[in-house]
């Protein structure tokens, strides 16, 4: 038997067919998931059940993460996903609020947050109440660079329209104690995603918008790694960005 998952259900007072219809899963599955600590579930339900019971998946399914455990340059890779729209909510939902010192969102238009999550101005708020740095680095709309892209991409929302929802929420909590926002076009081509040290990176493709082009899941464990060497491109941007609300 999974003891680790059975104790974690019967703290967090969740049956067995509730943690099924949360998981959009059959309680039979959860039944499974429960009687053999060696069945290992998906992915995306191992992620939403540690969300639900505040646990860690090293402590309901430490097979999974010894699986996971690497010795070479990609190591910091946790998870590849063939289209960011691919990931779960959960994921994004759970590197957000775990985060302490550390949310960068380097995407070029941000646009996609504010629509998959809930309260996310208020959520962004709490976080920098508590001490947590929120930064948001996105491209200029009035640059020749976001023309071009707007030209590649050919979508009727254009990236200046999306990158005007942005503005217009960080508008509403505009003052906000340890929070920044700049305009830059260095990552036209490629968002990075920072949660302490976990890390989502999406590059995009051509003629591809952000949902529709891959994503790396990377997790800091070295220094000059894959994870460093993607911070040092957002800082050098970061750098050269401009106040959203200058002038």
């Given amino acids: 038997m999974n003891h680790g998952l059975r104790q974690a259900m ?8 509730q943690l099924a219809d949360a998981c959009d899963v059959d ?4 039944a499974r998931w429960v009687a053999n600590a060696a069945r ?3 992915a995306k339900h191992r992620w939403r059940v540690c969300e639900l019971l505040g646990s860690s998946e090293s402590d309901l399914w430490p097979s999974s993460v010894r699986l996971q455990v690497k010795s070479g340059s990609d190591r910091e890779i946790v998870q590849v996903y063939p289209y960011r729209s691919a990931a779960p909510a959960s994921l994004w939902r759970s590197l957000i609020s775990n985060a302490r010192t550390e949310l960068t969102f380097a995407g070029y238009t941000n646009y996609f947050l504010w629509l998959e999550h ?11 109440s508590a001490g947590c740095r929120v930064r948001f680095l996105i491209g200029d709309p009035e640059h020749r660079v976001t023309r071009d892209r707007e030209v590649e991409e050919s979508v009727p929302l254009t990236l200046s329209s999306r990158i005007a929802v942005t503005v217009g929420e960080l508008e509403r909590i505009r003052g ?27 590059p995009i493709l051509a003629r591809r ?12 464990e070295q220094p000059d790694g894959m994870f ?4 040092e491109h957002v800082e050098e941007l970061w750098s050269r960005g401009r106040n959203i609300w200058e002038g």
């Fill in 176 to 202: 906000t104690d340890n929070m920044e926002a700049r305009f830059e076009t260095g990552h036209v081509s490629i968002s990075v995603f920072r949660f302490d040290n976990d890390m989502l990176v999406t």
């Fill in 27 to 30: 309680a039979k599955t959860v």
């Fill in 10 to 17: 019967t703290a967090a007072k969740l049956t067995e067919q």
């Fill in 209 to 220: 918008v952000g949902h529709d082009s891959p994503m790396l899941h990377l997790r800091r």
């Fill in 118 to 128: 809930a309260n996310f101005g208020r959520l962004l708020q709490r976080k920098a």
């Fill in 228 to 231: 460093d060497r993607f911070i």
């Fill in 40 to 42: 290992v579930p998906h």
